[in-house]
């Protein structure tokens, strides 16, 4: 197809703390890190074809999708659903070519299909400001995944800081860059089990917290004396987002101290509570974060994103061997745009 040319980047995201708040408005520190989508982009000009045509070096079958896009949900290959979601959210009617590669393990809890997302809607000529591009992601994510997922992956994605981790107000979806503790390096690292029955499990603790908050209000509010209204399941999913919520308040003050062993200690809490009270983990992964916890020169691990398989993130003295960690070392990065 002749027409100009261009190349976007989309980072993924690696979540310090903050898991499953993010639907209730909690707090969050995740970061957006140097794995990530590239898509090289030929846009059609003059006679535009009513068509999107997209390679993906982690695909076998290309995706074709003709505009206006009408349904998603059952189209097929199943990664042609979320290029298509976004184009169905921004109302595309201009055809492009476009070769995708990415450097993200996919399925892994570092958010391959946010970073996806954000890439095709930069290929696709979007040009607003990080939260309404995050916001349409977002949108486009539930659309073609019917995850009803929150606002953090697209969020930290689109307003990525280079050299920082970014503290995101899930209510009022304001973010603040957070330096993290001098000396300190993040790798992730993947249990070997790919996330499995994500999808319902998520809806069911979406659920879970919502039938919580119509007993106590809202859980970002709600104080631990609270608690007692509750009974069973609904009150250990509300013990874990508000300790949660207050882990990541102790976390941004630790970072800004410079305090890696207090950021540390609170990763691992952070881990026992998902596991137990938000029941989001398994045994490998305990295990895999087990193992991180226990190897000198490490601060803290926990498991992270939605559970249920993939990776555990863990912060780790940037003077120990990459190799005794395992996995990626990963450095904050800055947000998803045009690279040339
Ligand atoms: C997934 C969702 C996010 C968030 C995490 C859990 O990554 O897309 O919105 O809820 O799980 O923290």
Not at 41 to 69: F, H, K, N, Y
Not at 97 to 122: N, Q, R
Not at 239 to 249: F, L, P, S
């Amino acid at each position: 197809m002749p027409g100009e040319t261009l190349t976007v980047f989309a980072p993924g995201r690696v979540n310090l703390i903050g898991d499953h708040v993010d639907y209730v408005g909690g707090l969050v520190l995740p970061m957006a890190v140097d794995l990530g989508t590239t898509i090289r982009v030929t846009r059609a000009v003059g006679d535009v074809p009513q068509l999107v045509r997209l390679r993906s070096d982690s695909e076998p079958e290309a995706a074709t999708i003709e505009l206006p896009v009408g349904a998603v949900s059952d189209r097929s290959p199943v990664w042609s659903r979320y290029p298509a979601a976004v184009m169905a959210e921004m109302g595309t009617t201009h055809g492009f070519e476009g070769d995708v590669t990415t450097t993200l393990p996919v399925g892994a809890g570092l958010s391959s299909s946010a970073s996806l997302e954000i890439a095709v809607a930069l290929a696709a000529g979007f040009t607003g400001p990080p939260l309404e591009l995050a916001r349409l992601c977002q949108r486009a994510e539930q659309r073609a995944s019917g995850v009803p997922c929150g606002i953090m992956d697209q969020l930290s994605i689109a307003a990525g800081v280079a050299g920082s981790a970014l503290l995101i107000d899930c209510r009022d979806e304001t973010v603040k860059p957070v330096a993290l503790p001098d000396g300190v390096a993040v790798h992730a690292v993947h249990c070997g089990v790919s996330r499995r029955l994500a999808g319902s499990e998520y809806a069911d603790r979406r659920a879970d917290c919502e039938a919580a908050e119509r007993t106590i209000g809202p859980l970002r509010d709600a104080t631990f004396d609270r608690l007692s209204e509750l009974d069973g399941i609904e009150q250990r999913r509300a013990r874990h987002v508000i300790t949660e919520i207050g882990r990541v308040r102790s976390a941004v003050d630790a970072a800004t101290a410079g305090d890696a062993a207090t950021f540390g200690r609170l990763m691992n809490e952070s881990h026992a509570s998902l596991r137990d009270d938000f029941e989001v983990s398994i045994p490998e992964l305990d295990q895999l974060v087990e193992r991180l916890q226990s190897t000198p020169g490490v601060h803290g691990a926990r498991m992270t994103g939605a559970g249920f398989g993939g990776c555990a993130v863990a912060m780790v003295d940037a003077g120990v061997d990459p190799a005794r960690i395992g996995g990626w070392r990963l450095s904050p990065s800055a947000g998803a745009g045009i690279v040339n």
